[in-house]
């Protein structure tokens, strides 16, 4: 199956700080999604196919990356944007998700 | 608007089996596929299976000798059965629709495995 490696595990950012999070596959994928989820709550789709904005979602995020390598970046850390962001696949079966990155505010 | 609303067992006991129905709303089961995914502190979020639009299913392989997924159309209604349920089976199991892409999600049923 192919392995989604998301780094750091755990982030902290202050307002205003610009973040960036890295999903690495360890085979080539055509698209990456991320989702964000906040405690005692369902995911949200966040970004789909690697880089559009899932409706909502506040244009300081953004989506980049190509083959093996993706990642999602917040041009301004804001409050609300404390969460855990997963990564997920479905270019080969099975689907599979990346461990999370938890953001925290600073 | 999209909804999708889950209801099934939080506790079960060793070696029986779970039942969960997604009922769905705001979109056809014809037009969409529905995935269910679990989420544990052990293992985060893992995959279990899909059914699509046309009613095929995919399941992951890991878990493909004990889960069953089916639909009812006229009903808005998916159907998840995994049987042979052991401890390390609780989690939080979830519904989520896919169009192109996994974009809603149900909002979870808790599942402990105890006796």
Not at chain 2, 78 to 101: E, H, P, W
Request: glycine share 10%.
């Amino acid at each position: 199956e192919n392995v989604l490696t998301q780094s750091p595990a755990i982030m902290s950012a202050s307002l205003g700080e610009k973040v960036t999070m890295s999903c690495r596959a360890s085979s080539s994928v055509n698209y990456m999604y991320w989702y964000q989820q906040k405690s005692d709550a369902s995911p949200k789709l966040w970004i789909y196919y690697t880089s559009n904005l899932a409706p909502g979602v506040p244009a300081r995020f953004s989506g980049s990356g190509s083959g093996n390598s993706y990642s999602l970046t917040i041009s301004s850390m804001e409050g609300e944007d404390a969460a855990t962001y997963y990564c997920q696949q479905f270019t080969s079966s099975p689907l599979t998700f990346g461990a999370g990155t938890k953001l925290e505010l600073k | 608007q999209v909804q999708l609303k889950q209801s099934g067992p939080g506790l079960v006991q060793p070696s029986q089996s779970l039942s969960i129905t997604c009922t769905v709303s705001g979109f056809s089961l014809t037009s969409y596929g529905v995935h269910w995914v679990r989420q544990s502190p052990g293992k985060g979020l893992e995959w279990l299976g899909v059914i699509w639009s046309g009613g095929s299913t995919d399941y992951n392989a890991a878990f493909i000798s004990r889960l069953s997924i089916s639909k009812d159309n006229s009903k808005s209604q998916v159907f998840f059965k995994m049987n042979s349920l052991q401890a390390d089976d609780t989690a939080i199991y979830y519904c989520a629709r896919n169009g192109y892409y996994i974009d809603y999600w149900g909002q979870g049923t808790t599942l402990t495995v105890s006796s």
